[in-house]
T-cell receptor, first 111, second 116 residues
């Protein structure tokens, strides 16, 4: 059974701090790993990673995948209150028509 | 740009009542799916469809029915609501999963359902 585990489940930091969110997975025939940000309503897409060791970057957010150790991290530098959200990790298996999601990490940035 | 539209946004039901959550997308996506989100459990797949006339079960299909008569619409039916179905429901669509596409899902804004 495919499994995705995120840690920590909840994190509270001060504005300006750097945070690292973790996502580990067990899935056969891995195809891709995706990160989403969920504020009040619908999750919105951040990154998709398919190759190990390649960093995806968008502004203060970056993510890297380790296919050997079966995990990914999402880094956010110089955090702002607008980064407060639930961050979701999901994996896609080759030939499977579905994404399997982790529990999510609830990130709170205090001013 | 409508994207994925879900209705209703909020609904309160009594145990045993039936209802349908509507989902429509205007992006000509072949793939559509329904997830439920409960505290501490992330998103769990209920049913999905890879095209008109084709549906399949996800992780938690019991108590829910779906159909896909058109590319645009993918309604989720609760035939006899139970308190355990109290949740936030998300419809999501994509060009395709498992093929050559990115696998990115586009989500609706969610429907909050309470079953008393």
């Amino acid at each position: 059974e495919d499994k995705v585990v995120q840690s920590p489940l909840s994190l509270v930091v001060h504005e300006g701090d750097t945070v690292t969110l973790n996502c580990s997975y067990e899935v056969t025939n891995f195809r891709s790993l995706l990160w989403y940000k969920q504020e009040k309503k619908a999750p919105t897409f951040l990154f998709m990673l398919t190759s190990s060791g390649i960093e995806k970057k968008s502004g203060r957010l970056s993510s890297i995948l380790d296919k050997k150790e079966l995990f990914s991290i999402l880094n956010i530098t110089a955090t702002q209150t607008g980064d407060s959200a639930i961050y979701l990790c999901a994996v896609n298996r080759r030939g499977a028509q579905k994404l399997v999601f982790g529990q999510g990490t609830r990130l709170t940035i205090n001013p | 740009n409508a994207g994925v539209t879900q209705t209703p946004k909020f609904q309160v039901l009594k145990t045993g009542q039936s209802m349908t959550l509507q989902c429509a997308q205007d992006m000509n996506h072949e793939y559509m799916s329904w997830y439920r989100q409960d505290p501490g459990m992330g998103l769990r797949l209920i049913h999905y469809s890879v095209g008109a006339g084709i549906t399949d079960q996800g992780e938690v299909p019991n108590g829910y029915n779906v159909s896909r008569s058109t590319t645009e619409d993918f309604p989720l039916r609760l035939l006899s609501a139970a308190p355990s179905q109290t949740s936030v429901y998300f419809c999501a669509s994509s060009y395709a999963l498992g093929g050559s596409s990115s696998g990115e899902l586009f989500f609706g804004e969610g429907s909050r359902l309470t079953v008393l």
